[in-house]
Structure formats: C-alpha cells, structure tokens
C-alpha cells in the first residue's frame, strides 16, 4: 500500500481513521495488523471473520491487536463524516461483505469475491458515483486453463467469483445498472484466468448496448494487481 502511494506520486497519509476489512482470505486480510500498527487506527470487520483470522494468524501480530470494532452487515455506522454500510456477499468465506459509503451526496461502493451478483447487492450499487465490482475471470479461458478441477469448480461456484460474462449481462441491464457512476472500475481480475485488454472489451461491449436514454456516460477503467489506480477526482 506504501509503495502504491508512492507510486501515484502521493505523499502516504499521514492519518488513517479505520481499516475495512472484507473477508479473512489472505489476500484480503493479511496486511491488517501491520497497516493498524504503522496509522494507529482501528480495523473493522465482522466478529465470524476475525475468528477466522485469528485461526489463519494464532501467533502473528494479529493476535496482538488491541484496537478492533466489529461491524454487522445491515447495521450503518459512521467513521468521521462517511457513513458505511456493510452488505453480504456469496463467497466462500465465514462472513463476507461489501461496503457503500456515503458522505454528503457523493456514494462509492466496492464489491469483490462473490459468485454472483443477488438483488440485494445490486441495490447497494445503484446511486454509486464510484463503483468498484469484481470482473474476476473469463469462463473460456478458466476451462482450458492450468488450475485444478476442484478450484475452477469453486471460481465458477455461486459461492465464488465473478466472470466478465455476468459484469457484461449487469451492466447491459438498465433496470440492473443505473449507470450514473462517474468512475467505474472493473477490479480483482484474475491473472491467471483473464486479461485487462478481455475484462475492458466485454465490458465496453455491454455498455454499448444500453438505450442512448441510460446510456453510461463516466469512465471505466481496469485495475491492475501491479499499478495502482487514480487518484479520482469525486
């Protein structure tokens, strides 16, 4: 995360007020204890998943955390003047969620790891004026591609990831997708089962298929696991 600030030419924050944790997978969780340490800031997560954590990490720093609030997913609460507000996701963890913030009139939502998009997660996306969804994996190459049967069974699960043909069918959807996000970033994408350049061109397609009336109008854009994004401008 350090090194990601400084890559975008940002000074790091001098002061962080919380951490948000999703799920306890470690590619998710593992830096939890060293950020909290180095911003003296809290971390928040549900009590399930930090059980889990700390059955991931007995003996690790994690262990050794004082400062941890446990959150519920439907239950608002507010850090500062954001307004945060957890939602359950489908994935194969022991309490995952997602997050929509709010402060003012300005709404950011972040959704990653989840099989399948219910309607109740498509509800906490709408509004967003900066939205973060998983675009995990094209389906054609995850088939013919080197995991193992049992872990493309569960990529494909509902309690998995999300494919760009599922991301593609949402946004195509007006009734789905309102389409007033400003910044829409396509995020977590596998790179071993998928391509920015395949992810951004299914994506593109189905933004292209929606009436002029809701057409989408803000920039999309495609994270990398190697190069930090932004900053954007809300």
């Not at 003296?40 to 990490?57: D, F, G, V, W």
């Not at 972040?110 to 997660?121: A, N, R």
């Not at 004026?129 to 591609?145: A, P, W």
């Given at each position: 995360?350090?090194?990601r600030?400084?890559?975008?030419?940002?000074?790091?924050?001098?002061?962080?007020?919380?951490?948000?944790?999703?799920?306890?997978?470690?590619?998710?969780?593992?830096?939890?204890?060293?950020m909290?340490?180095?911003w003296?800031?809290?971390?928040?997560?549900?009590?399930?998943?930090?059980?889990?954590?700390?059955?991931?990490?007995p003996?690790?720093?994690?262990?050794?955390?004082?400062?941890?609030?446990?959150?519920?997913?439907?239950e608002?609460?507010?850090?500062?003047?954001?307004?945060?507000?957890?939602?359950?996701?489908?994935?194969?963890?022991?309490?995952?969620?997602?997050?929509?913030?709010?402060?003012?009139?300005?709404?950011v939502a972040?959704?990653?790891?989840?099989?399948?998009?219910?309607?109740?997660?498509k509800?906490?996306?709408r509004?967003?004026?900066?939205?973060?969804?998983?675009?995990?994996?094209?389906?054609?190459?995850?088939?013919?591609?080197?995991?193992?049967?049992?872990?493309?069974?569960?990529?494909?699960?509902?309690?998995?990831?999300?494919?760009?043909?599922?991301?593609?069918?949402?946004?195509?959807?007006?009734?789905?997708?309102?389409?007033?996000?400003?910044?829409?970033?396509?995020?977590?994408?596998?790179?071993?089962?998928?391509?920015?350049?395949?992810?951004?061109?299914?994506?593109?397609?189905?933004?292209?298929?929606?009436?002029?009336?809701?057409?989408?109008?803000?920039?999309?854009?495609?994270?990398?696991?190697?190069?930090?994004?932004?900053?954007?401008?809300?």
């Open positions: 995360m350090l090194r600030f400084e890559a975008l030419g940002r000074q790091c924050p001098e002061r962080v007020h919380a951490l948000l944790i999703t799920h306890e997978h470690s590619d998710h969780s593992s830096g939890m204890a060293q909290a340490r180095h003296n800031c809290s971390a928040y997560l549900t009590e399930p998943t930090h059980r889990e954590i700390l059955k991931m990490y003996e690790g720093p994690i262990a050794k955390m004082q400062r941890v609030e446990y959150l519920r997913a439907g608002r609460f507010q850090i500062g003047d954001i307004e945060v507000n957890p939602f359950t996701i489908p994935h194969d963890a022991a309490d995952p969620v997602g997050y929509a913030f709010k402060t003012g009139s300005t709404k972040i959704v990653t790891d989840l099989g399948y998009l219910p309607e109740h997660v509800n906490h996306l509004e967003a004026d900066f939205l973060i969804l998983e675009s995990n994996h094209d389906l054609n190459m995850l088939k013919v591609g080197r995991y193992p049967w049992h872990v493309k069974q569960r990529v494909m699960s509902r309690t998995g990831h999300l494919s760009n043909t599922v991301v593609s069918e949402f946004l195509a959807d007006a009734e789905l997708f309102d389409g007033r996000a400003r910044h829409l970033v396509l995020a977590h994408v596998s790179e071993e089962n998928n391509t920015p350049e395949i992810a951004r061109i299914c994506a593109e397609q189905a933004l292209g298929q929606r009436s002029v009336e809701f057409a989408f109008r803000g920039t999309l854009h495609v994270a990398s696991q190697r190069t930090p994004l932004g900053p954007f401008d809300l």
